[in-house]
């Protein structure tokens, strides 16, 4: 209770002051569209609207000396510090063009969004798969070598005359088949390596492109929030 005033002074938060303040500004504006419906650049509205936003702070300067923010007398404040008062600019001109463009980077936002969300869900399953091709593929390749190998030395062994009757042709050609077979061996290994190279890049992709999604979802989020603000 003020005994110097002899009334009860209203108790608010300073950020519900300020909330009562923007509510009252941005209801006015509302009005002030409805009989002047013109661009932000139109010198008789931007006149009408600073005169207007004048009046209520100097409505809202006079009740300070009612109200008690935060639990503190505003007697000796001034009302823009109280309301944390904003310029026109932040709270009535809005620029369509601005919000229209907000508009597109959001739907463009939301369809990268599901296209992303689709890459997340089948990417791992897609390098599983050729991870799990490539395996089979050299598997069947080296095994197909080791067969034949075998095969091929198990023939030059039944075919093997006593050391002082294998002529030098003879040694020669399964020589030759050994050589030939190792280097399909080696053509398997390269073949693996590559392969393997390929399956990181698609998994250095995938991570790119997540982390793109990430920061982009932040900056959209920021920018939401700022359209809001203003």
């Known amino acids: 209770m003020d005994f110097d005033h002899g009334y009860e002074k209203i108790a608010l938060s300073k950020q ?24 932000g650049k139109d010198p008789l509205k931007n006149d009408v609207s600073a005169i207007l936003e004048e009046f209520l702070v100097d409505g809202f300067d006079s009740s300070k000396f009612s109200v008690l923010a935060d639990g503190r007398d505003l007697d000796d404040k001034a009302i823009q510090d109280v309301i944390l008062l904003r ?18 980077v959001l739907q463009d936002f939301e369809t990268e969004t599901v296209e992303v969300t ?20 050299v598997d069947e390749q080296v095994s197909e070598i080791v067969t034949q190998i075998e095969k091929d030395a198990e023939s030059a062994y039944n075919e093997t005359k006593e050391p002082e009757q294998v002529n030098e ?13 190792l280097e399909l061996l080696e053509e398997s290994s390269r ?26 979802s932040l900056e959209v989020g920021n920018s939401a929030k700022n ?4």
Request: aromatic share 8%; net charge negative.
């Open 191 to 216: 073949l693996l390596l590559g392969l393997r190279v390929e399956v990181e890049a698609y998994n250095t992709t995938f991570e790119f492109l997540n982390d793109a999604y990430k920061r982009q």
């Open 118 to 137: 689709k890459w997340r869900r089948e990417a791992p399953i897609k390098a599983s798969d050729v991870y799990r091709d490539v395996i089979t593929k």
């Open 169 to 181: 042709e003879e040694s020669d050609e399964t020589s030759k088949s050994y050589n030939e077979h």
């Open 227 to 230: 359209g809001e603000n203003r």
């Open 16 to 39: 519900d002051y300020s909330e009562v303040f923007d509510n009252v500004l941005r209801s006015a504006m509302d009005k002030l569209n409805l009989h002047l419906p013109a661009s």
């Open 87 to 104: 310029t026109l600019e932040n709270v009535e001109q809005i620029d369509p063009e601005v919000t229209s463009t907000l508009r597109n």
